[in-house]
C-alpha cells in the first residue's frame, strides 16, 4: 500500500503543509507548527486514494478532497483532547497541554474551516455532504459516549454506536468520496461505504484493545480506562 500511494502520499502532505500557513497570528503560528509536525500515518486520505485508484486515478481534485478529510480529522483530535483533559497526541504533548484549552479550541476551529476551504475548492456538493454527514457524526458519537460514561447498562449495541459515529463514518465518507470523484457508480460508492465503515470499526476495537493492553497508539496507556470510557459491560 506504502509503494501505490508514496507519490500521491507525498503530494498531500505537501497540500496539508501549505494549508497550514499563517504568517499574521504568532499564536496561532505556535499551533500550526506543532501540527505539522504530527501528521500521523495519514489514513484518512489513503481511503480518499486507494478508492480514487480503484475506480480511476488520483486527480489534483481527490487530493485536495484528501486533505480536507485529514484536516476534519486533525480538528478533531484536538477538540478530542480537550474533551477527554488528554496531555499527550502521537506521542508527544497534546495543543491543550502546550498551550491552553481556549487555543486548543479556537484552533481546532481553524482548522476546520481550513477543511471547508479545501472541500469548496472542489465544487462537488456530493461531497460536501459527505464530509458533513462525517462530522456531524464525529460529535454525535463524542456525545453518546459522555452521555454513557460510567453508565450501568452501556452495551455493545452502543459502543458500536459510538465507534462507528466517532472513526467508521470518517473513514466510510473518505472512501466514498474518492469514488465519487472519479466518476464510479453509485452501487458502487454505496458498496465501498459500507466496506470503509466495517474497516472503521475493526480499526477502532483494535485501537480500544490497545489502550488496555498496551501498545504504541500515541496516546496515554490506559487513557479511556482512567476517564471511564469502557466499551462496554
Known amino acids: 500500500m506504502t509503494t501505490l500511494l508514496d507519490k500521491d502520499l507525498t503530494a498531500c502532505k505537501e497540500i496539508l503543509l501549505q494549508s497550514l500557513q499563517h504568517v499574521d497570528n504568532p499564536l496561532l503560528c505556535q499551533v500550526l507548527d ?3 509536525t504530527r501528521t500521523g500515518k495519514m489514513m484518512r ?29 486533525t480538528a478533531s483530535l ?16 497534546s495543543i491543550n497541554r502546550a498551550q491552553t484549552n481556549r487555543i486548543a479550541i479556537l484552533s481546532g476551529d481553524y482548522i476546520l474551516g481550513e477543511a471547508l476551504r479545501l472541500i469548496a475548492s472542489v465544487n462537488d456538493p456530493r461531497i460536501v455532504l459527505l464530509m458533513s454527514k462525517a462530522s456531524k457524526a464525529l460529535a454525535d458519537g463524542e456525545l453518546l459516549q459522555l452521555h454513557t460514561i460510567q453508565s450501568d447498562d ?3 449495541e452502543t459502543y458500536m454506536r459510538v465507534i462507528t459515529d466517532k472513526t467508521a463514518v470518517l473513514f466510510a465518507s473518505c472512501a466514498a468520496s474518492g469514488a465519487t470523484l472519479v466518476g464510479a457508480t453509485q452501487v458502487d460508492i454505496d ?8 474497516v472503521g470499526q475493526c480499526f477502532q476495537i483494535k485501537d480500544d484493545i490497545l489502550d488496555y493492553e498496551g501498545g504504541d497508539i500515541g ?15
Not at 489513503?46 to 486533505?67: E, H, I, W, Y
Not at 480537550?82 to 502521537?90: G, I, L, P
Not at 458498496?191 to 466495517?198: D, G, K, N, P
Open 34 to 36: 506543532i501540527v505539522k
Open 45 to 73: 486520505p489513503q481511503m480518499v486514494l486507494l478508492s480514487a485508484k480503484l475506480f480511476g486515478s488520483v486527480t489534483p481534485a481527490v487530493q485536495f478532497v484528501a486533505v480536507a478529510f485529514e484536516a476534519l480529522h
Open 78 to 93: 484536538i477538540h478530542d483532547d480537550v474533551v477527554d483533559e488528554s496531555d499527550e497526541r502521537r506521542g508527544h504533548e
Open 154 to 156: 452501556l452495551s455493545e
Open 191 to 198: 458498496t465501498l461505504y459500507q466496506f470503509a465503515l466495517l
Open 219 to 233: 496516546k496515554p496507556k490506559g487513557n479511556d480506562l482512567k476517564e471511564a470510557r469502557l466499551p462496554f459491560r
